[in-house]
């Protein structure tokens, strides 16, 4: 348990209506109400009430702000310890005055994470919900952000710790039969541990399908537009931004750096770059875009390559095809308002079996077909539940890999005949992979490095 009372501005700094002072600790009513002037001091309060109130300055006794405060008593609060939190009016003086006020009176600057670090080293959540908290602070979609929901409530905790049940549960015949041999043959728990061992290991692989589509929630695909000068690619980002984030002109090479920008399609979050114009080029500055061009497609997970329809093939556009193929592409013609030029049979024969879309960026036509298809690749066609479990998170991802890689040689063991108490190390290595994810025996260094990465008064 800790004995310090930390406390920080938990709301956005900047003007807004009201910010909140969050305190706890052991100290936390007794601190604010040294500071605290109203009808009745903090510590005559019923627990979970809220209150009407001032904060003095307690050298010169001036008013610093006019407060609501809250008082929640241990153990019925986020921490699990005493909380105070106090409801300034917004602004950055009032409230840095009210918190340098604390922090004059006994009070720690909390560090980045440490109200949640406190709720889970007093047991009220577990490691994975503490991360969903922060990956719910950072979600960029509805979709995302129901996953991360999910998780803080404890959903992937649940999975996890039945996947451990079914691994002690398999242990405990391994025990039953080297304590009373003449109970149950080593041929019958051999196989018991095997189904079960199986049926672990499935469970694992179903999550770990899942983590794909995590990964994309939480940080987007990487998605490149590329095609040659003026194209309309710049045009395309506006469209699928709602928005004029990059500079449209009918001259060639008006992109002369990489444009890089968020956006929502069906519920997935690309991030989308656009790139300069890629074509053979003497211009020096235009020759270091098309360079970034190249590179950006190197590291694409989508790449979005625009032809025009309105114009014969070029050799870019064959160069450009033949590279795309190395990637999860989808071919657009645009300008499909405009006359053909394009050849329509050699370009479907140059993409082999790469999905195309044709569209008029200018008439808003074509872009439903293109959200389509992007959903199509990266959610798989399926249709996503919203109460699906996902693993979103590396650390979770790594441990998960590390935990079927045990429970499969537990099984390969089990299938040779090795002796069980050999496969019973590989159980146990299972069971406790498992268990970092939801902290259960992790290192306190692992622990100080997660929360760190929260945002400060979280
Ligand atoms: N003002 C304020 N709003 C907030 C928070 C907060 O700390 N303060 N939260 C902070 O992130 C989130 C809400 N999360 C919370 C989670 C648990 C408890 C809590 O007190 N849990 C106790 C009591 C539950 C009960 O009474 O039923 C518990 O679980 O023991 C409070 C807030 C979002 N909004
Ligand atoms: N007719 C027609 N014009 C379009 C369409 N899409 C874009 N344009 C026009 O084509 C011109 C070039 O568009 P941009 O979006 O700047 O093209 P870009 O590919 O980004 O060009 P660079 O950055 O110069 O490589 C602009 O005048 C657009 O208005 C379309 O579907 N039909
Ligand atoms: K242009
Ligand atoms: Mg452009």
Known sequence: METDTIAAISTTMGEAGIAVIRVSGPESIAIVDRLYKGKQPLDAVPTHTVHY????DPAEGKVLDEVLVTVMRAPRTFTREDVVEISCHGGMIPVQA?????????ARLAEPGEFTKRAFLNGRIDLSQAEAVMDLIRSKTDRAARVAVNQAEGRLSRLIQRLRQEILESLAHLAVNVDYPEYDAEQLTGQKMLEKSRQV????????????????LREGIATVIVGRP????????????????????DIPGTTRDVIEEYVNVRGIPLRLVDTAGIRETEDLVEKIGVERSHQALAEAD????LL??????????????KLAREHTTIVIVNKTDLPSRLDLEEVTS?????????????EEKGLDELEQAIADLFMEGRTQTADATYVSNTRHVHLLK????????????????????MVEIDLKNAWESLGEIIGDAVAEDLIDQIFSQFCLGK
């Open 53 to 56: 109130g001032r904060i003095l």
């Open 98 to 106: 009210v918190l340098e006020a604390l922090l004059a009176s006994e």
């Open 201 to 216: 290991e499935q469970e694992i692989d179903h999550l770990l399908v899942t983590a794909r589509q995590g990964k994309i």
């Open 230 to 249: 003026n194209v309309g690619k710049s045009s395309l980002l506006n469209a699928l931004a709602h928005e004029n984030k990059a500079i449209v002109t």
């Open 302 to 305: 989508l790449v979005l390559l």
């Open 308 to 321: 025009n329809h309105a114009e014969e093939l070029g050799e870019d556009d064959r160069k450009l095809l």
């Open 350 to 362: 140059l993409i082999g079996g790469l999905p195309l879309v044709t569209t008029s960026v200018k």
């Open 402 to 421: 590390e935990a079927r890689k045990h429970v499969h040689d537990a099984i390969e063991g089990i299938e040779s005949g090795m002796p069980l108490d």
